[in-house]
């Protein structure tokens, strides 16, 4: 065992200090869930909204658990939202480095470190791993807490296997803070000795997150509330170490429904999942924002939030305790506001490629179609089932001729097709508005309303009732010749 401080001192000096510092520590999963995300929201907005730093942690410690690829889906989802992180594996930072499993020497020294200080103990004995993981054993039966020194550098230097163990106080009480739940105590007897580096020499997560926390200069931990039972086990650790205990924000969770938390295996979505339904990364960040978060003050009403609005506007005095639950109808709802309020051109840009799904012929134009949906699609992935008729007529019955509001059946779409067809072979300048003129100067000179005419053509040249867009503007997409045809194919049907 050793006094020398130099290795310590100079982490120590490593630690910034002065400035607000978030971390988001993501274990890679291969895939982000929706409480995930919002934490990682939360933490980015504390930071910003701070004129902080924010802080990407990769948690890989348990080794058994690691999936190829996955760092590269937090990378990739952080840079789809705009979370940028100041420092990280990929950007580097003071405190490097910041994947886990890079750090292990480090976890093992403060660890013996909390040894000679006298709040953690070489463990010996024989336990299952389920013994280790979950606590399930009771301290007071601990052999190994009571050994002497000498016993302790005995076994080691037999090269007996050992875990190090925290050594809770027998006694008493301990109490934090949390920013969101206020004060809580418990009883320091209802706290496990729990494992703080396994027999492989890896630390657990609840003593790397301990150790990286510190060292990295965190001052505000954000997390899901499934940690705040373990949390005065790591406020003794910061104690016995001598250390700060940061600002904690536990978050309550993100529910299915009133009992059930959400969760991937049991197939609630991910953000990957929402994205390749259709919805947009801003309606989804927006959406995730006030799942447990809302604004105070002259915002209180806002519901629609950028980023950038949002890390003006995040506080954590706003975030609730009580669990929310996702609402998939909700986020459908800010998707279709965030669509609605693109640019043509943005909307078109993400329109396309669900267009080319269903519309394939390059002579149909995606930005006349895309200007259609844009009001009328909420999801990116209704749009193929919309606009598949104009890549193919579907087939269809004579009865979507009959309409009453437009006062036509049959035999009225019959007279109004032929004169269409007639009116629509003399346009030469196949634009909306050489059509419109087209077929209003003809409804007038037939005298029936436009709808008794525009009805039967949209008919026939879309082949459904419910359509993006009205005939005219179809019309317009499917281009003088196929529009004939399709008008030619509606007479015929109709026994002209
Ligand atoms: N790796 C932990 C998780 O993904 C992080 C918890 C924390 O932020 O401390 O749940």
New binding site residues.
Partial sequence: MTNDNTYFDAMEAKIPHGKVRT?????PTGYMHVG?LR?ALYTWLIARSQGGTFILRI?DTDQGRLVEGATEVIYRTLAECGLAHDEGPDVGGPVAPYIQSERRDTYGTYARRLVELGHAYYCFCEKTESEEEYGGFHREADPCRSLTPEEVQAKLDAGAPYVIRQKIPETGTTTFHDAIFGDITVENSTLDDQVLLKRDGLPT?NFA?VVDDHLMGITH????SE?LSSAPKYDLLYQGFGWEVPTYVHCSPVMRDQHNKMSKRHGDPSYEDLKAQGYLTEAILNYVALLGWSPRGEKAEQEVFSLQELAETFDIGGISKSPAIFDIEKLTHFNALYLRAMTPEAFHAVAEPYIHEAVKNPALDTAAIAALLQARCERLTDIPEKVAFFEDLPAYGTDLFTNKKSKTNEEVSKRMLEAAVSALEEVSDWTQEGIHVCLTDLAAKLEVKNATLMWPVRIAAAGQAVTPGGAIEICLILGREECLRRLRIGLEMLGA
């Fill in positions: 971390r988001f520590a993501p274990s995930n934490t948690e997560y997150n931990v954000v997390r899901g940690y």
